[in-house]
């Protein structure tokens, strides 16, 4: 039989492993059958990762944590199924393919809209092979063959099936109102898409007055820019804006209806600066008083809040800001200028007209295109909208009720906050990658000419319909599955000559990725094998920053189409932040890790364990990664590798010593191994505990320790003494327990380590969890047990032993005893007696004692020498001083120690009475201190021991 190798190399052994693994079938529901122990199925479905390019850290976690969960329950007997996919993400991927177009000299924008389709397309596929390949990397044990991709054919179907069920129910419509604009796509955006640090951006906070109209001043006598704009003017109103373009589309001051200092002004009129238009002075509870001045300007047409405002108070909307951001005609003078070159020059103006006050410097919390960087514009705009209403309702009543569980708990009150504050949803977006919008217009046949493609560009559709006259009470717009069905449904209303055109705009990434759970299992065909076989699914886990933006709209999706929510557990992680706490973002590349760097130097076993086990569900983790020579380190994924390296020296062991003792006799258990046994089902009892109550981190942490420490450090020692049958079995079974325990974890080292054992442990007594499968990924999870009163008691015997055996580790290292000289050692051991006595061979192992000079016994008087004595609970260990030293060497040693010691802290104490203390920096004066202190504690030890002597 082939030998493991002497040392663990992760690249010979993952992509082999992961490749047998796809190819023998073992990820597919179908293939799980022969072991299959539950009814119920566990199914769930992968956040599909972006096609804009590769995978980054928090894929890496999201991968590590969805497939311990999969492999967990595949071994504990359910069907299951991991879907695996990836996500168009239309803005993004749209943004990528632009940037990669201008690199090569071309304007996307010149292209036609196909042309550049068949460019995003090209993108997507190398994308996807790319991230494919990452994944299968991470070792996740996804159903390959039942991939999906949120623009291919089945999940476009299940888009319009979805756009149209909720559009003949009234709830989706075309509105204008305020969204998100970026001004450099030229398209609405998600919040999702908009970023905002969060210390802010440096700004500024301007003070701008506005004349009062009075009986003295009721309109401006010169024009603007003459110095003499406001001349008559003798009451004035300042505001605080950091916005002072937007001045220009005011129509309102307002203040808070508490502020007693304009209470007064309020319904007096003010005279706008530039243009002189007359506003009124409103009061409303959205000021806050202690902003600036108290009072600001209102612009409902480019802020989300004034909008608000706007419409309780019934003001015009006035834009003074086109697609592009730059000022239009609604400007006056500054018309044709950048939002930025406008703030610029007015505010000189302002300044030249006596108007400006001061400037104050102020942190502004900036939205920016996740994509283009721009700053983001509100902006009034006509689009598509979902109500979301009476979906958020139920999405609420779902959580509260049960039937949605979210992992930590805490983050209920999140979701019901967002969905008792929840607006209609934009779902469309002015972009050429994604979902187009499946609604038909009725063009006027005049105009069909103006309806023609400008490079890429296609003037929407609803500017040219027909009017209200021509169409005579017919519909001039139809929402259907396809062209073909949309013209038949006109053609019956039109006649024959009908000409229609498809809405240009395309849907929101989140609306196809809001169907993710049910379009991958064949929805809208509720007669498809797998929707019925596997939905809902079990299990949704993401990070806890898409919540809202995607956790809850599959679940408002879901119950609205399907009529059952498409998950009954969400399990949210934290996100990876650096080790300073910052956040991993696209816009900082110097924060950027790649995952895949990571695995080429510690492996992808090594990297998993540490992911899931760094960081509690919902709670972030801070990563101690640094470049070295180019290349990411990490302390802790380096001792994640050495666990791994454990694990596998571990095993070359057990291997070894299962063929030395194939014809070993029997004997009956050791209480070595009476106590490995018991130890091996308390922790497996704790640690399926620990990962139904998805404490993974935890659990793994627990594995961790048993498997390094108890069986490593301790039973394997103790087995090197031992020669029976039992003993060989026990190596077997524990080795086993732990594989199959870690195999969630650590799946490629397990399943090379399992498969070995099979081969070395074959014959009578190879428990059925070895002898019954052909993998260890099929194989069952360990049950575990609570110990009975014999094993307690062994657990109780092995622990006082090791208790023992460090204490003389302890002395034997401040005593400085040569590591190969054995010494005396006399122990009383109490009601554990009889065991120390069984373990005599192991102690003197253990603690290099003299076999000759081990004294155990339940009691025993204390020691007329001088000797070094250990209380440890019902255990008392006596080491006689002139055992382990030469008594006057030591003593002289001692001696010298204490002297140098002396003069030391002499010298400190000296140093910190004079002025150094006073002239030095705090941080070397603390230091000092430090050492003075460090050096009399030390001194204290020495003269006991010396006094021992």
């Not at 220009?248 to 600066?273: F, I, Q, W």
């Not at 809902?536 to 809202?548: A, R």
């Not at 992808?604 to 470049?627: E, Q, S």
């Not at 981190?697 to 048993?706: M, N, R, S, T």
Request: aromatic letters at 8%; one cysteine or more; glycine letters at 6%.
């Amino acid at each position: 039989m082939e030998q493991l190798a002497k040392t663990y190399d992760p690249k010979a052994v993952e992509a082999r492993l992961g490749a047998w693994w796809e190819r023998q079938g073992m990820y597919r529901p179908e293939a799980q059958r022969h072991h299959v122990k539950s009814e119920r199925p566990f199914v769930i479905t992968i956040p599909p990762p972006n096609v804009t390019g590769t995978l980054h850290m928090g894929h890496a976690l999201t991968s590590a944590i969805e497939d311990l969960m999969t492999r967990y329950h595949r071994m504990k007997g359910a069907r299951t199924l991991y879907v695996p996919g990836t996500d168009h993400a239309g803005i993004a991927t749209q943004a990528v393919v632009e940037k990669k177009l201008a690199k090569e000299g071309r304007n996307w924008r010149d292209l036609s809209r196909a042309d550049f389709l068949e460019e995003v397309w090209d993108w997507k596929t190398r994308s996807h092979q790319i991230i494919t390949n990452q994944q299968k990397t991470m070792g996740i044990s996804a159903d390959w063959q039942r991939e999906a991709f949120t623009l291919d054919d089945a999940r476009s179907l299940a888009v319009r099936t979805a756009f149209k069920t909720l559009f003949d129910r009234g709830l989706i419509y075309r509105d204008t109102r305020m969204i998100n604009w970026d001004p450099v796509q030229l398209t609405g955006v998600s919040d999702l898409e908009v970023e905002t640090e969060e210390e802010g951006e440096a700004g500024h906070l301007y003070f701008v007055r506005y004349p009062l109209q009075t009986n003295r001043f009721s309109a401006p006598a010169h024009a603007w820019g003459s110095g003499q704009w406001a001349e008559g003017a003798t009451e004035w109103i300042t505001v605080a804006t950091t916005r002072p373009e937007t001045i220009l589309g005011d129509t309102a001051v307002m203040v808070n209806p508490d502020d007693e200092r304009y209470t007064h002004r309020v319904a007096c009129r003010a005279l706008l600066p530039v243009l002189g238009r007359e506003i009124p002075i409103i009061s409303d509870a959205a000021v806050e008083s202690s902003f600036g001045t108290g009072a600001v300007k209102v612009t409902p047409a480019h802020d989300f809040t004034d909008y608000d405002v706007g419409k309780r108070h019934h003001l015009n909307l006035i834009e003074v800001l086109d697609e592009r951001a730059r000022m239009n005609e609604n400007a006056g003078r500054y018309a044709g200028l950048d939002r930025f070159e406008c703030r610029k020059r007015l505010v000189e103006d302002l300044r030249k007209e006596g108007l400006l006050v001061k400037i104050e410097d102020y942190q502004v919390r900036l939205g920016r295109g996740q994509r283009s960087g721009a700053v983001i514009e509100p902006r009034i705009s006509p689009q598509w909208f979902c109500d979301m209403q009476d979906m958020a309702r139920q999405a609420t009543e779902a959580v509260r009720s049960g039937a949605v569980r979210i992992v930590p708990e805490r983050f209920e009150k999140t979701w019901f906050h967002w969905l008792d504050n929840i607006r209609d949803w934009c779902i469309s977006r002015q972009l050429v990658w994604g979902h187009q919008i499946p609604v038909w217009y009725v063009i006027d046949p005049a105009r069909r000419d103006e309806c023609r493609p400008q490079g890429n560009f296609i003037p929407h559709p609803s500017g040219f319909t027909v009017g209200a006259e021509a169409a005579a009470g017919r519909p001039i717009r139809y929402c259907a599955l396809n062209e073909a069905e949309a013209l038949q449904a006109a053609q019956a209303d039109w006649g024959p000559g009908v000409f229609l055109l498809q809405d240009t705009d395309v849907l929101d990434t989140w609306f196809s990725s809001g169907l993710w759970p049910f379009s991958t299992l064949g929805w809208p065909n509720l007669s498809d094998p797998d929707f019925k076989a596997y939905y809902p699914t079990s299990m949704l886990e993401t990070g806890y920053d898409i919540l809202f933006f995607w956790v809850a709209r599959m679940v408002m999706l879901g119950l609205a189409l399907t009529g059952k929510a498409p998950f009954h557990t969400v399990y949210l992680h934290g996100l990876i932040r650096t080790a300073d706490g910052a956040k991993m973002s696209k816009s900082r590349p110097d924060r950027i890790i790649d995952p895949l760097e990571l695995v080429e130097s510690y492996g992808t076993d090594a990297l998993r364990f540490y992911l899931v086990t760094a960081g509690a569900p919902g709670n972030d983790i801070k990563m101690d990664a640094r470049k070295e020579e180019g290349r990411w380190r990490s302390d802790r994924i380096e001792g994640a590798r050495n666990f791994a390296n454990k694990l596998w020296n571990a095993a070359r062991y057990t291997l070894a010593r299962l063929e030395a003792l194939s014809a070993a006799p029997s004997q009956g258990l050791s209480l070595a191994d009476h106590w490995i046994r018991a130890r091996a089902g308390q922790v497996m009892a704790d640690v399926r505990r620990l990962m139904d109550d998805y404490q993974y981190g935890e659990a793994g942490k627990l594995l961790y320790d048993f498997t390094w420490s108890d069986f490593c450090d301790w039973y394997l020692e103790l087995s090197k003494l031992q020669n029976s049958a039992e003993t060989r079995q026990t190596l077997i079974e524990v080795l086993n327990i732990i594989l199959r325990a870690l195999h969630p974890f650590m799946p490629f080292i397990t399943e090379e380590v399992w498969q070995k054992l099979k081969d070395t442990s074959h014959g009578d007594g190879q428990p059925a969890s070895l002898s019954d499968f052909p993998a260890l990924i099929l194989a069952p999870y360990p049950r575990g047990q609570q110990p009975d009163a014999s094993g307690q008691a062994a657990i109780a015997s092995i622990n006082a032993m090791q208790d023992a055996v460090r204490a003389i580790r302890n002395t034997r290292s401040e005593r400085k005893v040569a590591p190969e000289r054995r010494i005396p050692a006399r122990i009383a051991a109490g009601r554990h007696a009889a065991a120390f006595e069984a373990l005599r061979a192991g102690i003197c192992a253990l603690a290099q004692v003299d076999a000759a000079q081990l004294v155990i016994a339940e009691k025993l008087d204390a020691p007329t020498e001088a000797a070094v004595t250990h209380a440890l609970g019902e255990v008392t260990v006596f080491l006689p001083l002139s055992g382990m030293v030469d008594l006057e060497a030591e003593r002289v040693r001692l001696t010298g120690e204490l002297e140098a010691l002396e003069k030391a802290i002499s010298k400190s104490q000296q140093l910190l009475g004079s002025d150094f203390a006073a002239r030095a920096p705090a941080a070397v004066v603390e230091k000092e201190k430090a050492r003075q202190a460090e050096a009399i504690a030390k001194r204290e030890q020495i003269r006991a021991r010396l006094a021992d002597l």
